[in-house]
């Protein structure tokens, strides 16, 4: 997005249009990484090892962290997203299945 006008496109001098958004962060199962796609370039720029099967992500309000469910580790990965390092790695009673982030910095976990 441009952060002067918000829009979420720009034109490109081909007459088509560019994406502003953010890199996508993409669970990758078979590698238990997380990829990171920018959509402006069209091209994974790097990969974040995670644990085992990450299957879901949520991204925290403020943007910072990325909270990936690892589900045959049972853990759940804690990304800085400024330096995009692992920045915690907590371990779960049980398999993960999905992640989300709340308004209040709180982490709901479902299995």
């Keep these: 997005m441009d952060p002067r006008s918000k829009e979420l496109w720009k034109p490109t001098s081909a007459g088509g249009r560019r994406c502003y958004a953010r890199p996508l962060y993409l669970g990758n199962r078979d590698t238990g990484e997380v990829d990171i796609y920018h959509n ?3 091209s994974l720029s790097g990969s974040i090892r995670v644990g085992s099967t990450p299957v879901a992500a ?4 403020d943007s910072r962290f990325l909270y990936v469910s690892n589900n045959a580790s049972s853990t759940l990965s804690v990304i800085d997203l400024n330096s995009s390092q692992v920045m915690q790695t907590v371990s779960l009673p049980s398999k993960p299945e999905g992640v989300e982030a709340g308004a209040d910095g709180r982490v709901l976990i479902t299995t």
């Design 40 to 42: 402006a370039t069209e």
């Design 58 to 61: 949520a991204m925290s309000m």
